[in-house]
C-alpha cells in the first residue's frame, strides 16, 4: 500500500497550498478504510513541510518521485518517504526518508538502542535508533518486494531528525555500523544542506516516480518461514532482520538475561499475539546466548514446532547439537536448580501442570523450568490457551515466579509480522470471536485476504491452489470429528453431507511433521498439529463447536469429538463447578479458532458447517471505518 505519490514539482505545489496532511488523510483513508490518528496527523503537518524545504533546492530535479506512506510488504511498518530516480549510469535509485521529530537523544549500551526526548513529552525514552530503523525497512523491503529485489534497484536509507541539534547522543560513535548503513541528518542550515546533497549525489534524473509506482505495484516474494531458516539461525547467520519493537525487546531480554545469576534470579515473560514474531526471537536469543558460550535451551511443550525445526536442521547442523539446543517441557522436573544459564519458552501458555505420559511426574513445569536457570523467558499470549490443561497464563507464570524468588520483567510484542501484517485483521477477528470488544467490527477486503466459502469443496480447491505456489497453504479444522482413519486407513473422518466433501484428519506416520509432508495438502490438520507454525494460507473449517444465534457466537462443547483430549474430562467439571467451566470451555473453543484463523501470513478461508455462522461472519466482514479520531478530510484525494 502507498498513501501518496507525485514528482517534486507536484509534492511542492500541494505543500506550497498548505493542505499536503490533508491530502495524505484523506488517500490514507481511501486505501485503508480508516481514519488516521491524530497523532499521526500532526506528524505528517511538521514532518512533510521540513521534507518541502529539503527538496526546494534546484539541482534537485523537478521531475523526482516522492512516495509517503509506503506499507512494508507482511508488516504494519509504512515507510515515511521514498525518493526515487536514476542515477548518473541509468540504474535505478531509491532513497528511504526516516523522519523524526526528536529534539534531544542519549546513547545507550545496547545496540542499535537509544534514549530520545519524543512526543513532547520532555522525558527521553528508550526507542530504536534511526539508522537502524531506516536501514531494516529498507532490507524488508529487498527482501519482499521483486522489483526491489531483482531489479537490483540501488537502495539508500537515511533518517532525518529536523528538531535534533547536532551533538552526541545519536551521533554516538558506538552507532558507527548503523550510520554507515544510514547516514542521519539533523537540524540546520548546514545538516539541511548535506541531506540536499546525499539526495543529489544517488539521484541525478528524476523518473516520475515511476520506480515508486512499480514497487508499489511489485509482486510480494514468498515470505521466510522461520522452519526454513532456523539452521541458520543456530549458525548465527542473520536471517532475519528484527524491526521496532522485536530489536528493542531482544536488546531487553539480552541484557537482563547477561545480569542474571543464582541468587539474583530472573524471569522475563513476553506477551504478544499471534504472528508478533515471538518464536522468531525466541529461537534468535537462544542462537546468541549459545553463541556467546552460555548454557541455553530452547523449550516448547508443543513437539510440532520441534520436530518442524528439527527436520529443516537435518544436514546442516549436526544431530548431537540439535538436540542440545531443543527440549519439551516436561523434562526438567529432576534438573538440579540453576543448571543452565537461559531457558527460552515458547508458546508458555501451553503449559501443563505436571509431566509424562500420565501426568504424574514433577510437580509444576512452570516453577520448574523457573527453579533449572538463572534466567527464563517465556513467551506467551493468554488468547492461545486451547485445552483444559493449559497453564501458562502470565499471571501464573509471575506467581511461580515470585515463589522462586525471581525477578519478574514484563514485555510486549504488538506490531504484526503475519496475516500480511494486518493488526486490522486481528482487531477484527477477536471481536468477530467475542475474545474481547475493539473498534473494528468491520474488516476492510484490502487488509487482509478473508474469505467465507459456501462449500468444503470448494475451500479445498482454493487451498489446493495457494499450494501449488510454493507448498504453503493447508486445510485445517475445529477437532469435532472422530479420528477413525487412525485405525483403519480406508476410513474417511471429516464427512460433511450435502457437498460429498469427506477428508481424512493427518496421518499418524506424519506426526509432527504433517505440516510440511509431501501431499499434505489433501489432508486436514488440527489446532494440535498446526499450532506454533504458519502457513501462506490457511483454510478453516469452523465444525459445529462454534455456531452463531441471533447475531452472537456461542460455544457447543458437546459437538467436539469425543476423542478430542483438549476437553477431557469437562462433564465430571461441570457437575463441580458449571459456571466456572462453562467459560472455560467458551474461551477455548473461541480460542481455538482464533489460533486457526491467524496461521496464514497472507490469506484465510473459512467454511462454516452451520448456515448461520457462515453469514454470520460475512455480516462482519463488511468494511467499517475506525480510529475515527477526527472527521474525515474534505480536501481533494490528489496522487499526482
Same mark, same amino acid.
Given at each position: 500500500m502507498l498513501v501518496y505519490h507525485s514528482n517534486k514539482r507536484g509534492f511542492l505545489d500541494v505543500s506550497d497550498n498548505g493542505f499536503i496532511e490533508d491530502v495524505i488523510a484523506s488517500n490514507f483513508l481511501a486505501k485503508t478504510g480508516r481514519y488516521a490518528p491524530e497523532s499521526e496527523f500532526r506528524s505528517w503537518k511538521a514532518s512533510l513541510a521540513e521534507v518541502a524545504k529539503v527538496l526546494r533546492d534546484p539541482d534537485i530535479p523537478d521531475t523526482l518521485g516522492v512516495g509517503i506512506e509506503f506499507g512494508i510488504p507482511q508488516t504494519s511498518k509504512r515507510i515515511d518517504v521514498m525518493l526515487s530516480g536514476?542515477?548518473?549510469?541509468? @540504474?535505478? @535509485?531509491?532513497?528511504?526518508?526516516? &523522519?523524526?521529530?526528536?529534539?534531544?537523544?542519549?546513547?545507550?549500551? =545496547?545496540?542499535?538502542? &537509544? &534514549?530520545?526526548?519524543?512526543?513532547?513529552?520532555?522525558?527521553?525514552r528508550e526507542g530504536l535508533h534511526p539508522s537502524y530503523q531506516a536501514w531494516s525497512y529498507a532490507e524488508l523491503l529487498k527482501g519482499f518486494n521483486t522489483v526491489a529485489y531483482e531489479d537490483r534497484v540501488d537502495l539508500s536509507p537515511c533518517a532525518y531528525l529536523h528538531n535534533h541539534p547536532s551533538g552526541l547522543g545519536v551521533s554516538d560513535?558506538?552507532?558507527?555500523?548503523?550510520?554507515?548503513?544510514?547516514?542521519?541528518?539533523?537540524?540546520?542550515?548546514?545538516? &539541511?544542506?548535506?541531506?540536499?546533497?546525499?539526495?543529489?549525489?544517488?539521484?541525478?534524473?528524476?523518473?516520475?516516480?515511476?520506480?515508486?509506482?512499480?514497487?508499489?505495484?511489485? =509482486?510480494?516474494?514468498?515470505?521466510?518461514?522461520?522452519?526454513?531458516?532456523?539452521?541458520?539461525?543456530?549458525?548465527?547467520?542473520?536471517?532475519?532482520?528484527?524491526?521496532?519493537?522485536q530489536k528493542l525487546v531482544f536488546e531487553d531480554i539480552l541484557a537482563i538475561e547477561r545480569m542474571a545469576t543464582e541468587e539474583r534470579k530472573q524471569v522475563v515473560i513476553v506477551r504478544g499475539g499471534p504472528g508478533t514474531g515471538k518464536s522468531v526471537l525466541a529461537i534468535q536469543l537462544m542462537a546468541r546466548i549459545t553463541s556467546e558460550r552460555r548454557l541455553c535451551k530452547y523449550v516448547s511443550k508443543n513437539a510440532a514446532p520441534r520436530a518442524v525445526y528439527k527436520a529443516r536442521m537435518k544436514g546442516s547442523v549436526r544431530p548431537s547439537v540439535v538436540d542440545n539446543l531443543f527440549a519439551g517441557s516436561g523434562g526438567f522436573f529432576e534438573t538440579p536448580r540453576n543448571t543452565f544459564d537461559a531457558l527460552i519458552v515458547d508458546?508458555?501458555? #501451553?503449559?501443563?501442570?505436571?509431566?509424562?505420559?500420565?501426568?504424574?511426574?514433577?510437580?509444576?513445569?512452570?516453577?520448574?523450568?523457573?527453579?533449572?536457570?538463572?534466567?527464563?523467558?517465556?513467551?506467551?499470549?493468554?488468547?492461545?490457551?486451547?485445552t483444559l490443561s493449559d497453564i501458562g497464563h502470565s499471571t501464573e507464570i509471575e506467581r511461580w515466579a515470585k515463589q522462586e524468588g525471581?525477578?519478574?520483567?514484563?514485555?510486549?510484542?504488538?506490531?504484526?509480522?503475519?496475516?500480511?501484517?494486518?493488526?486490522?485483521? !486481528?482487531?477484527?477477528?477477536?471481536?468477530?470471536?467475542?475474545?474481547?470488544?475493539?473498534?473494528?467490527?468491520? !474488516?476492510?477486503?484490502?487488509?487482509?485476504?478473508?474469505?467465507?466459502?459456501?462449500?468444503?469443496?470448494?475451500?479445498?480447491?482454493?487451498?489446493?491452489? +495457494?499450494?501449488?505456489?510454493?507448498?504453503?497453504?493447508?486445510?485445517?479444522?475445529?477437532?469435532?470429528?472422530?479420528?477413525?482413519? =487412525?485405525?483403519? %486407513?480406508?476410513?474417511?473422518?471429516?464427512?460433511?453431507?450435502?457437498?460429498?466433501?469427506? #477428508?481424512?484428519?493427518? !496421518?499418524?506416520?506424519?506426526g509432527s511433521l504433517w505440516i510440511m509432508a509431501p501431499n499434505s495438502v489433501e489432508e486436514v490438520g488440527c489446532i494440535h498439529t498446526c499450532q506454533g507454525l504458519e502457513v501462506d494460507t490457511v483454510g478453516?473449517?469452523?465444525?459445529?463447536?462454534?455456531?452463531? +444465534?441471533?447475531?452472537?457466537?456461542?460455544?457447543?462443547?458437546?459437538?467436539?469429538?469425543?476423542?478430542?483430549?483438549?476437553?477431557?474430562?469437562?462433564?465430571?467439571?461441570?457437575?463441580?463447578?458449571?459456571?466456572?467451566?462453562?467459560?472455560?470451555?467458551?474461551?477455548?473453543? @473461541?480460542?481455538?479458532?482464533?489460533?486457526?484463523?491467524?496461521?496464514?501470513?497472507?490469506?484465510?478461508?473459512?467454511?462454516?458447517?452451520?448456515?448461520?455462522?457462515?453469514?454470520?461472519?460475512?455480516?462482519?466482514?463488511?468494511?467499517?471505518?475506525?480510529?475515527?479520531?477526527?472527521?474525515? %478530510?474534505?480536501?481533494?484525494?490528489?496522487?499526482?
Amino acid at each position: 500500500m502507498l498513501v501518496y505519490h507525485s514528482n517534486k514539482r507536484g509534492f511542492l505545489d500541494v505543500s506550497d497550498n498548505g493542505f499536503i496532511e490533508d491530502v495524505i488523510a484523506s488517500n490514507f483513508l481511501a486505501k485503508t478504510g480508516r481514519y488516521a490518528p491524530e497523532s499521526e496527523f500532526r506528524s505528517w503537518k511538521a514532518s512533510l513541510a521540513e521534507v518541502a524545504k529539503v527538496l526546494r533546492d534546484p539541482d534537485i530535479p523537478d521531475t523526482l518521485g516522492v512516495g509517503i506512506e509506503f506499507g512494508i510488504p507482511q508488516t504494519s511498518k509504512r515507510i515515511d518517504v521514498m525518493l526515487s530516480g536514476l542515477g548518473d549510469d541509468d @540504474r535505478s @535509485r531509491l532513497i528511504i526518508v526516516e &523522519l523524526k521529530q526528536w529534539s534531544s537523544s542519549t546513547a545507550s549500551n =545496547k545496540d542499535g538502542v &537509544l &534514549l530520545a526526548q519524543r512526543g513532547g513529552s520532555g522525558l527521553e525514552r528508550e526507542g530504536l535508533h534511526p539508522s537502524y530503523q531506516a536501514w531494516s525497512y529498507a532490507e524488508l523491503l529487498k527482501g519482499f518486494n521483486t522489483v526491489a529485489y531483482e531489479d537490483r534497484v540501488d537502495l539508500s536509507p537515511c533518517a532525518y531528525l529536523h528538531n535534533h541539534p547536532s551533538g552526541l547522543g545519536v551521533s554516538d560513535p558506538r552507532y558507527r555500523e548503523y550510520l554507515e548503513r544510514a547516514p542521519v541528518f539533523l537540524k540546520g542550515v548546514t545538516e &539541511l544542506q548535506r541531506l540536499r546533497d546525499f539526495i543529489k549525489s544517488h539521484i541525478r534524473k528524476g523518473d516520475d516516480a515511476d520506480l515508486i509506482v512499480q514497487i508499489e505495484g511489485g =509482486k510480494i516474494r514468498p515470505s521466510k518461514a522461520l522452519a526454513d531458516a532456523v539452521g541458520g539461525m543456530v549458525k548465527g547467520h542473520r536471517e532475519f532482520i528484527l524491526i521496532d519493537e522485536q530489536k528493542l525487546v531482544f536488546e531487553d531480554i539480552l541484557a537482563i538475561e547477561r545480569m542474571a545469576t543464582e541468587e539474583r534470579k530472573q524471569v522475563v515473560i513476553v506477551r504478544g499475539g499471534p504472528g508478533t514474531g515471538k518464536s522468531v526471537l525466541a529461537i534468535q536469543l537462544m542462537a546468541r546466548i549459545t553463541s556467546e558460550r552460555r548454557l541455553c535451551k530452547y523449550v516448547s511443550k508443543n513437539a510440532a514446532p520441534r520436530a518442524v525445526y528439527k527436520a529443516r536442521m537435518k544436514g546442516s547442523v549436526r544431530p548431537s547439537v540439535v538436540d542440545n539446543l531443543f527440549a519439551g517441557s516436561g523434562g526438567f522436573f529432576e534438573t538440579p536448580r540453576n543448571t543452565f544459564d537461559a531457558l527460552i519458552v515458547d508458546e508458555g501458555h #501451553r503449559l501443563n501442570e505436571k509431566s509424562g505420559l500420565y501426568q504424574n511426574l514433577g510437580e509444576n513445569q512452570i516453577g520448574e523450568l523457573i527453579r533449572s536457570a538463572r534466567c527464563t523467558v517465556f513467551f506467551v499470549d493468554d488468547d492461545q490457551i486451547v485445552t483444559l490443561s493449559d497453564i501458562g497464563h502470565s499471571t501464573e507464570i509471575e506467581r511461580w515466579a515470585k515463589q522462586e524468588g525471581a525477578a519478574v520483567t514484563r514485555l510486549d510484542l504488538s506490531s504484526q509480522f503475519r496475516c500480511n501484517g494486518s493488526d486490522g485483521y !486481528l482487531a477484527w477477528l477477536d471481536d468477530a470471536l467475542g475474545l474481547r470488544e475493539t473498534a473494528n467490527s468491520g !474488516l476492510p477486503s484490502r487488509d487482509y485476504d478473508f474469505r467465507v466459502f459456501d462449500s468444503p469443496v470448494e475451500l479445498h480447491e482454493a487451498i489446493r491452489v +495457494r499450494n501449488a505456489e510454493s507448498n504453503r497453504a493447508r486445510l485445517v479444522a475445529g477437532y469435532c470429528w472422530d479420528w477413525d482413519s =487412525k485405525k483403519n %486407513p480406508a476410513a474417511f473422518d471429516i464427512v460433511i453431507p450435502g457437498h460429498g466433501f469427506r #477428508r481424512r484428519w493427518n !496421518l499418524g506416520s506424519d506426526g509432527s511433521l504433517w505440516i510440511m509432508a509431501p501431499n499434505s495438502v489433501e489432508e486436514v490438520g488440527c489446532i494440535h498439529t498446526c499450532q506454533g507454525l504458519e502457513v501462506d494460507t490457511v483454510g478453516v473449517i469452523i465444525g459445529p463447536d462454534l455456531v452463531a +444465534r441471533d447475531g452472537r457466537l456461542m460455544a457447543v462443547p458437546e459437538a467436539r469429538s469425543r476423542q478430542d483430549k483438549s476437553i477431557r474430562g469437562w462433564k465430571t467439571m461441570m457437575r463441580n463447578d458449571p459456571e466456572g467451566t462453562t467459560l472455560r470451555l467458551d474461551r477455548i473453543i @473461541r480460542n481455538t479458532y482464533r489460533t486457526l484463523m491467524t496461521r496464514g501470513m497472507r490469506s484465510c478461508f473459512v467454511y462454516c458447517t452451520d448456515e448461520e455462522t457462515r453469514e454470520y461472519f460475512r455480516q462482519r466482514q463488511k468494511a467499517g471505518v475506525w480510529e475515527g479520531l477526527r472527521p474525515a %478530510p474534505t480536501s481533494p484525494s490528489l496522487d499526482r
